[in-house]
């Protein structure tokens, strides 16, 4: 469940003394695409279950553009030179579900719960 609170009104990130789980997002408008420079993160975040990381150190690039009324494409650059050799792009598209009367159930997550656990285990990865 995690959200951002990202600024668009031009003004500098924070301090590097200031580390934080989503970093310091800050976003401009490059005509119909909504661009967001990230940096700042406490590096103890991660980009999938398989375990690929970036340090304190990564900047990240997002490219979000609305492609047609249904489709949001997402795009984001990381570049980190104490992980990776050179920036590299993951993209996939977000689809509005157009079934009539769908519902979205919201996953628990809170203290204690196991359960995300048990199905990365389940899927063969070690925690």
């Known amino acids: 469940h995690p959200f951002r609170i990202v600024p668009t009104d031009g003004r500098p990130h924070t301090g590097k003394d200031l580390l934080m789980w989503l970093g ?3 976003g401009r408008w490059e005509g119909n695409t909504l661009v967001i420079e990230t940096v700042n993160q406490n ?3 991660y980009l999938a279950q398989r375990g690929r990381f970036y ?3 990564a900047r990240l690039i997002e490219r979000m553009t609305m492609i047609d009324a249904n489709t949001i494409h997402w795009a984001a650059t ?3 030179s104490n992980v ?3 920036p590299f ?3 996939f598209a977000f689809r509005r579900n157009t079934v009539p009367n769908t519902e979205v159930w919201e996953e628990a997550c809170f203290e204690d719960n196991t359960e995300q656990m ?3 285990r389940n899927n063969g990865f070690k925690v």
């Open 55 to 57: 340090t304190e150190e």
């Open 78 to 80: 990381i570049d980190d």
């Open 118 to 120: 048990q199905l990365v």
């Open 43 to 45: 590096g103890k975040n």
């Open 84 to 86: 990776y050799t050179r």
């Open 89 to 91: 792009t993951i993209a």
């Open 24 to 26: 310091d997002p800050r």
